[in-house]
């Protein structure tokens, strides 16, 4: 987590204050994936519970409250999250060899990737008990679209009667992912997108070479292009790219055994993004996501009618609600595209 809030955040920092006077007791926080929507509300969070917090809504960093918080054991604070987001699983906490056993079996146990209602039932007792200075409980979500139905379900009984000094606060990447009846119990306020201008000289500003590219390909997210650009990969992206580029029979059946391995929900992205390309440059004549193949998306574009992209999109938007559970990672790449090289052939 980073200790301080990112240059673009400085208006949504300020806005949030207005709501401290009188503090809902669930705040949602939404917007686009990679703009540091978490980073955010556990600075808030932190804030809630610091001892002197400052004039500007900033924990101070040196009382006891904020020192705990630091150290992640903060008596009134409780953050819930999926596994797969943890850096360093719990250890079971005990020595000798059945220890050991258990950690290889958890280790051989892919991490979920869903909020699971033992972990919102976890909070009963934390809730149930005084808080550790008399002061707010908070409890940090995210992402809330990984709730599974039981838990969203446990969730929505709490913030309808929600305990006595407690807060909850919830990001999310896209909000028809939730519950209405959750939508509906908590404030909703949107975390908008840096400008370009901004998150490109960000992004620079932490060395990022060719930082223009991977910002456009992750849709204008700084904080995804700074994951991307580490990550320095672009191999497999570029392998899916070039076959929606040139689409074939042949060539997606290849790309689907090359690809089976990665994960799904970013493939679907990346195709998601591509069309939506096809579909700018054929209304627009503009390229956002992927300008360095703006040659070939505008070809596609020329000759494909905007009912069949049309189809394709939402076709991409109804694999992207499946693509976490799939029978078989390399049908489902094959049917996506096979589907894609019927529409643009």
Not at 251 to 276: F, N
Request: with cysteine.
């Amino acid at each position: 987590m980073s200790n301080s809030i990112y240059p673009w955040q400085e208006n949504s920092w300020q806005q949030l204050q207005l709501l401290r006077q009188r503090m809902p007791h669930a705040i949602l926080f939404h917007g686009a994936a990679g703009i540091g929507k978490a980073n955010f509300i556990e600075l808030f969070a932190q804030g809630l519970l610091c001892e002197a917090v400052l004039a500007d809504g900033h924990a101070c960093g040196r009382c006891a409250s904020c020192g705990w918080f630091s150290q992640h054991n903060h008596p009134d604070y409780r953050r819930v999250r999926p596994e797969a987001l943890e850096e360093d699983l719990p250890a079971d906490g005990e020595e000798g060899g059945d220890a050991d056993a258990k950690k290889t079996a958890k280790s051989a146990k892919a991490p979920s990737k869903e909020i699971k209602i033992e972990q919102i039932r976890a909070l009963a007792d934390f809730m149930n008990i005084s808080t550790h200075r008399q002061g707010l409980r908070v409890v940090v979500l995210y992402p809330a679209e990984a709730l599974n139905l039981p838990a969203s379900n446990a969730l929505l009984k709490t913030l309808e009667e929600p305990p006595p000094g407690t807060v909850f606060l919830l990001a999310s990447n896209s909000l028809d992912r939730l519950l209405p009846t959750i939508l509906s119990r908590c404030r909703k306020f949107a975390m908008t997108m840096p400008s370009h201008e901004q998150a490109l000289a960000w992004l620079k500003a932490q060395g990022v070479a060719d930082a223009d590219s991977w910002l456009s390909e992750q849709g204008g997210a700084p904080l995804a292009a700074l994951a991307q650009a580490e990550s320095g990969n672009r191999d497999d992206m570029d392998a899916l790219l070039q076959v929606l580029a040139r689409p074939s029979v042949e060539g997606a059946l290849k790309t689907a055994d090359k690809l089976q391995k990665v994960p799904l929900a970013a493939q679907v992205s990346w195709l998601q993004r591509w069309l939506y390309d096809m579909f700018s440059y054929k209304l627009a004549g503009s390229v956002r996501y992927y300008p360095r193949y703006r040659k070939e998306v505008a070809a596609l574009a020329d000759k494909v009618h905007v009912s069949r992209l049309l189809a394709a999109l939402k076709s991409a938007n109804d694999r992207r609600a499946t693509a976490d559970h799939p029978l078989s990672p390399k049908l489902f790449i094959e049917d996506m595209l096979l589907d894609y090289t019927a529409c643009c052939t």
